[in-house]
């Protein structure tokens, strides 16, 4: 359950919860679901830049503000691209060039 995932609910917490969530009306219900998704998504992609970011570090040494500030700009499916770029540069002027052109 996303809920679990995020906020880390103990087991009476969870089931206060599915109760609360329950007695929602539809209309609440679904926007509850539309907001996890959005946090859900969210999740991702900051799990997606701090890896991209990591493997960068491992890679090339420090990340710079300036290569942070491009990753945080980068769409998923971009993050997704740059990974696999990673693991085929062999110089930082390689990845320069990724995020210029990205």
Known sequence: MFIENYLKLSAAESEVYEQNFVELAPEGREATMEMMTS??????????????????????????PKVKKRLNQLTSEQLNELGEALLDSTKLSDLDKWLAGN
């Open 39 to 64: 946090w859900y998504r969210q999740g991702r992609q900051e799990g997606k830049e701090d890896l991209v970011a990591r493997l960068f570090r491992h890679r090339f040494g420090e990340v710079s």
